[in-house]
Structure formats: structure tokens, C-alpha cells
């Protein structure tokens, strides 16, 4: 429905508020499914602890994602209930913000997650470069001329449609890849 997407569209903390109340809340949820998340994934791989969370978030929310998000949630209603507007109460908002700043220090932001990140745009942009010089390898467009737009951005739209590891196969397969410089922890041996 429009407030759903309205709420799917203007989810990022940067964007603008959401126009309807259910876009408010698609996107509330969103930011605080996604702080909890990728908490929980990046103490299960090891990057973080959980005593390593700001007391201020671990007093008020907890260390475990179903408390997380139970506090969270309990603090929309909350200020919903009092306020009559979609929210969070302000000591949620501040907790909140506080796990924000904290996975970007510790887990987004660090050198490892920095050097992945350039090891995934390296090699997308090399199959982009790669698939545009060579349209013909690419399905149902092989009439572009190489270099064109249109082979670029039917390159884009091909790699941008690849799972992680058929991105990374086709990088070893067509560019030599070099398996040292592929993202960490994709397996291309399947």
C-alpha cells in the first residue's frame, strides 16, 4: 500500500519523515530492526561484545535482540499513547541514537568492515567495466555497442541483479580474480 512504501522510502535517517502515520512507523521499525540486527549478527561473528554496548543502551534495552526490540517497540506505543504522534519517549530516542552511534564506531565504520566494502566495489565495478566493454556477454542485449550507455547501464542492471557469490564465480571466471582480493566470507566453491 502508499504508506507502506511511503514508510519503505523515507526509512533512512537522513530522509525526510514519512507523510502518513503507517509510513512513520514502517520506518521506525525499520531503523530498529536494522540497529538490532546487525548487533546481534556482529557479536555472533565476534566483532563486538555484548559488554561492550554503552551502558545507557544495555540498562534501558538490554543486550539481547528480543529485548531490544521489545524496549523499543514498547517505547513507540508508549509515545504514541502520550504524545498521540508516532515517536519514540526520550529515553528510547537517546538509546536508541547511542546503538546507532556505537555499530557505526564498532562494527560499520572499523578497518575490516572498510576494506570489505572496497573489496566489493572494486570487483562490482570490474564486471560493470567488463560486461559494458562486452555486451554480447550479456543476456538478451548483445546488439549494444560496447562502451555505449545502453551497454552500461544493461551492464549495471546484469551485475546489479547477481547474488554475492554468482558476482564473485563470474569475477574469477572472466577477470582472473585474484581469490586473495574477493570479499571475505563468500564461498565460491558451490
Not at 20 to 27: A, K, L, M, Q
Not at 61 to 77: D, K, N, S, W
Request: glycine share 8%; net charge negative.
Amino acid at each position: 500500500c502508499a504508506e507502506t512504501l511511503d514508510g519503505v522510502r523515507n526509512h533512512s535517517w537522513s530522509r525526510p519523515a514519512p507523510g502518513t502515520p503507517e509510513g512513520e512507523v514502517v520506518s521506525w521499525a525499520d531503523r530498529i530492526a536494522y540497529v538490532c540486527h546487525d548487533f546481534e549478527d556482529a557479536v555472533a561473528t565476534g566483532v563486538v561484545t555484548p559488554e561492550m554496548l554503552p551502558a545507557l543502551v544495555r540498562d534501558r534495552c538490554g543486550v539481547v535482540r528480543r529485548e531490544q526490540l521489545g524496549a523499543f517497540v514498547y517505547g513507540m506505543i508508549d509515545a504514541a499513547k502520550h504524545a498521540g504522534r508516532i515517536g519514540m519517549v526520550a529515553p528510547l530516542a537517546e538509546a536508541l541514537a547511542a546503538f546507532r552511534r556505537f555499530n557505526y564506531d564498532n562494527i560499520y565504520l572499523r578497518p575490516a568492515s572498510t576494506a570489505q566494502a572496497t573489496a566489493v566495489i572494486n570487483l562490482l565495478r570490474a564486471l560493470v567495466e567488463h560486461y559494458a566493454g562486452e555486451p554480447r556477454l550479456l543476456p538478451d542485449t548483445n546488439d549494444f555497442p560496447a562502451g555505449s550507455d545502453d551497454a552500461l547501464h544493461a551492464a549495471v542492471t546484469y551485475v546489479g541483479g547477481m547474488t554475492d557469490r554468482f558476482a564473485c564465480r563470474q569475477a574469477v571466471a572472466l577477470l582472473d580474480w585474484p581469490l586473495d582480493q574477493l570479499p571475505r566470507g563468500i564461498d565460491t566453491s558451490v
